[in-house]
């Protein structure tokens, strides 16, 4: 396997404080349970949903030659576990193609979603659904 990129993420103050990328970006986090949750921050439902969409857009794009365009919508929701103590994330993935039918649609977010890292990384989740959707633009 050929290395082709590498970065680190740290976090040292948990759900609220900042978490960095060594060298890069530095992000205000707040849990989103808070009474008063700071509205500049971010938390791990917004990264994970920015994370994915960003990458299952990029695959389709990729896919499709940039001929068309595409979207990616992603709901995060977080729930109470269904199987012990904590949390699990819910979430449902939307992709969508200017000028394809949904079965089309549907056929291209398969290919991206067994292309696409972080699909690859959440495959088999049985927390997380991805659908074909209308172009809406």
Not at 39 to 45: C, F, L, Q, R
Request: proline share 5%; aromatic share 4%.
């Amino acid at each position: 396997m050929t290395l082709r990129y590498r970065t680190e993420a740290i976090n040292g103050d948990g759900g609220t404080g900042t978490a960095r990328v060594t060298g890069g970006m530095e992000v205000p986090v707040a849990s989103p349970l808070t009474s008063d949750p700071d509205p500049d921050a971010s938390n791990p439902e917004q990264l994970l949903a920015l994370a994915w969409s960003t990458c299952l857009n990029a695959t389709a794009q990729a896919l499709v030659k940039r001929e068309r365009r595409t979207a990616v919508r992603i709901e995060v929701e977080l729930h109470d576990a269904s199987d012990g103590p904590g949390y699990e994330f819910h979430v449902d993935t939307y992709l969508s193609a200017e000028g394809l039918t949904l079965d089309e649609t549907a056929d291209l977010l398969a290919r991206a979603h067994a292309r696409c890292p972080v699909s690859k990384l959440l495959r088999g989740a049985t927390t997380v659904q991805v659908h074909a959707e209308e172009f809406a633009g």
